[in-house]
């Protein structure tokens, strides 16, 4: 289990590939269809980034759409692991 807290994809967006492609939020989410609301939301890490935003953004030579997955399921197995859960006991297959 990793000792330290993934980033959000969607904060790598926002302060790393924005900036570096010279693009506003309007901007890519007008060049890759998709609703600026709906980018926002995952830029400001309120949302996951979909594999249909991950495959958009591969599309439009913006990174990996494997990467940006691989980056999504570590940020939310990371999340998944903190949180409180109910007692679980494991199987036993016999």
């Known amino acids: 289990m990793p000792m330290y807290n993934p980033p959000h994809p969607g904060e790598s967006l926002r302060e790393d590939v924005l ?26 890490c309120h949302a996951a980034i979909t594999a249909e935003l991950a495959h958009r953004l591969e599309l439009a030579g913006i990174g990996s759409a494997r ?28």
Do not use: C, K
Not at 79 to 93: D, G, M, N, S, T
């Open 67 to 94: 990467v940006y997955l691989a980056a999504q399921a570590a940020y939310d197995l990371w999340q998944a692991e903190r949180r409180e859960h109910p007692p679980i006991e494991r199987l036993v297959f016999t």
């Open 19 to 44: 900036p570096a492609i010279g693009l506003t939020v309007t901007a890519l989410a007008r060049h890759i269809s998709y609703s600026r609301g709906q980018l926002s939301t995952v830029l400001n």
